[in-house]
């Protein structure tokens, strides 16, 4: 029988442990008591970079790409091919720790943090990601959030996270429920052809989409996103923080991550996050080149002082939530916090005074609305 033990790591684990312990302090700082991973831990985070979604991956050898597509686009009918069947029939068979209204609580919470859930998703959560160089080989091979693609990829990211948290999102056949799995599938395909390219170093990197970095892009979405909320002055209650947490665990095992690193609470998902980065590789060209693409992915359809201002905030709230380190090692230019303080000063007003009288919550979300639409316009594009 093989063990976590008789598994040789791939060389990026753990590869620059100053750095990484450097880069992980402040996770460590709030995750509590025994937030080091004991050996056992640390054998399994090792393990979980050599393995791959196993039943999203038997589903694409089964099914060609064309009639996956198809399947997964119409739904469920008679012509559906059996493994199809089969995949969608284990994802309805939800886990029996789901709770609907603990779903339903927390994808209205995420909606009524309005405009700073965006700005902590792009420039806490995804950039804050770039940090280190664990998985982001697959998103350059494939031109994910890459060059003039960047803005593109973010607005159907967002279009995803809308559809994730809009009510009923994630109920059997929500339009969020479909897209994650189509998603998992779409994750599974790349997976399979940068296996099977020869270039692929796998000595070095492991799979390329793996349990360990899936489960720590999870982190993103779940604890890294409710820490730089707090950071941008929103008030995020422990009834709502329990949501949050509740239902970015439920799309982890929609999307394939392990049972036993879905985050369900915060102190676990800051003691999992912790662990992820105090053994991820440092920063490297691909974090460069994504973290400048990200910064001025408004170019394209900005001009003259909007996009000189659309790149001055994007700095500014980037050292708010990330700090002078990370942008050095982003290779990104420090400004002040203007932004970020700014956002901290309406905040105190609108999140800790507005939203908790009556129909403070009704009011958040039509604000959180108008916000959404308002950017996509900005982006050239229309919800």
Known sequence: MTTHADLRAPRRFGMDRPWAERAARPLRLVAGPGADPTGEELA?????????????????RAVRPNELHKALA?????DTPEPVRAFLDTLSQRPDWVDDELL???????????????????????????????????????????????????????????AVTAPGGMAPGGEGFRITVHVRVMHALVNARLEADPDWDRELRGVPINQY?????????????????????????????????????????????????????????????????ANDPPPDANSTALAKALITMTDAVTS??????????????????????????????????????????ANLLVSHVLGRLPGGRRRLLARSERQAQAQFRRWGAEL
Request: charged residues 20%; proline residues 3%.
């Open 304 to 345: 003259g002082w909007r996009r000189f201002y659309e790149r001055e905030r994007a700095l500014s709230v980037s050292c708010w939530l990330l700090g002078p380190a990370a942008m050095r090692d982003l290779g990104l230019p420090y400004r002040l916090p203007w932004y970020g303080l700014a956002r901290v000063g």
């Open 44 to 60: 399994a985070l090792a393990a979980g970079l050599l393995r791959r979604d196993e039943l999203a991956a038997g589903l694409i």
């Open 213 to 277: 970095d899936q489960a720590s892009t999870l982190g993103v979405f779940s604890t890294s996103f409710l820490l730089h909320l707090r950071l941008l002055g929103v008030r995020v209650s422990g009834a709502d923080a329990r949501a949050v947490m509740h239902l970015w665990s439920y799309v982890g095992w929609l999307m394939g991550v392990d049972e036993e690193w879905l985050p369900h609470t915060e102190r676990r998902g800051r003691r999992l996050l912790y662990h992820f980065l």
């Open 104 to 162: 339903a609580r927390g994808a209205e919470a995420c909606r009524a943090f309005g405009m700073d859930a965006g700005l902590v998703l792009a420039y806490g959560s995804l950039l804050g990601g770039y940090r280190t160089a664990a998985a982001l080989e697959p998103l350059v091979r494939t031109g994910r959030l890459a060059g003039g693609e960047t803005l593109r990829r973010i607005q159907e990211t967002s279009l995803w996270w809308r």
């Open 74 to 78: 119409t739904g469920p009918s008679d």
